[in-house]
């Protein structure tokens, strides 16, 4: 019961996945027509609103005495969690009548908050309208957002909390040139990285879920650095007691969409529920120590022996960008940095 059929979610993944979500950009408007149809055992309401008046939604799941809270989309222009999401609840209402959702049902009540920032989501900004980063908010709680949020938080008192964020193309796992594709933190509650109870424990399901992964694309898991951001909701939460997971959804070759990316991070989702539908006691930590940090050598595009106007041989690094362009989005590649880049790699080269 402990572990995943790989096998099994594989081909059940393939032919049922949310294929009404693809894309980087995920709006409210593409999430909306499928939350209003999700059933028992789902409940649904409408938590609020953003700060120009978009629904956030709150969905429930289960009745049991281990809350978790997960949400995706704090970054509106992170959008490989929300994906995940409603691939999970599919999986759910596919599986209802099988032992390990009966129990996850039974044994844990859930809230998702799909996606907290959906006015960031249209613009495809980190920030909301009112340029406020959700994820530095924990502290001042400027935004609209920011305050509901906090207001399930303190009513809920989740046990765990599943943060889920987009990283960087730049992000490699380190010691290898693999882009990381997933990385996970369990955040810090101080600056010196104090190693609490409940970190321990935010370890364990961490460990969990890294060991699913690593069956399925190995060395390409990474770990987040546990630097303490004061201001931060995970570091936030953390130190109020809420055991906090940070997954972060990187990129995978040729996977700019990051529509494979999100099979890996609803098989990470799903084999975190199901650790802790199965244990009482999170005291498997150790290993995640073992998991490698991140890099930040990976380039999108490193163009090699470029000749400068001296006519001196250079590297030149491209990252992409994106922008909302007549509500489509739009890439460009765009100079980061040039030199001798002999310790950079790049998902492609000239």
């Not at 609103?49 to 939604?57: A, D, G, L, M």
């Not at 935004?143 to 207001?151: D, G, I, Q, T």
């Not at 399901?205 to 630097?227: C, F, S, W």
Request: charged share 25%.
């Amino acid at each position: 019961m402990n572990r995943l059929d790989l096998d099994t979610l594989e081909k059940w993944y393939l032919n049922n996945f949310e294929d009404k979500l693809l894309g980087r950009r995920i709006v409210l408007e593409d999430i909306e027509p499928i939350i209003k149809t999700l059933k028992t055992p789902f409940v649904v309401r409408e938590l609020g609103t953003s700060e120009t008046h978009k629904n956030i939604y709150h969905i429930t799941l289960g009745t049991g005495p281990k809350r978790i809270l997960l949400w995706s989309q704090m970054h509106g222009n992170e959008s490989t969690g929300t994906k995940a999401l409603f691939d999970l609840f599919k999986y759910i209402q596919a599986h209802k009548e099988e032992f390990f959702i009966k129990e996850l049902i039974k044994t844990c009540t859930l809230i998702f908050i799909p996606m907290l920032n959906p006015d960031g989501a249209t613009n495809f900004t980190r920030v909301n309208q009112n340029n406020v980063d959700l994820n530095r908010d924990a502290v001042d709680l400027k935004a609209k957002e920011s305050n509901l949020l906090r207001a399930v938080l303190n009513d809920f008192n989740p046990h765990f909390c599943f943060n889920l964020h987009d990283q960087r193309t730049i992000f490699n796992v380190e010691g290898f040139k693999n882009p990381a594709t997933i990385s996970f933190l369990a955040p810090s509650i101080d600056e010196p990285r104090t190693l609490t109870d409940g970190r321990k424990e935010t370890m364990a399901v961490i460990v969990a879920m890294n060991e699913t992964l690593q069956k399925i694309i190995p060395n390409h898991i990474g770990r987040y650095t546990d630097e303490f951001y004061p201001t931060a909701t995970g570091d936030n939460f953390q130190k109020l007691g809420h055991n906090t997971i940070l997954i972060e959804a990187g990129h995978y070759p040729g996977d700019y969409d990051r529509d494979i990316v999100r099979k890996f991070n609803f098989y990470a989702i799903l084999s975190g529920l199901k650790y802790l539908v199965s244990h009482e006691n999170y005291t498997y930590y150790e290993p995640y120590f073992d998991i490698p940090n991140n890099g930040k050598q990976n380039y999108d595009l490193i163009l090699r022996n470029f000749l400068d106007d001296q006519n001196k041989q250079i590297d030149i690094a491209f990252q992409y960008e994106y922008e909302v362009v007549n509500n489509r989005l739009v890439s460009k590649l765009v100079e980061y940095q040039r030199g001798d880049l002999k310790e950079f790699n790049a998902y492609n080269e000239f």
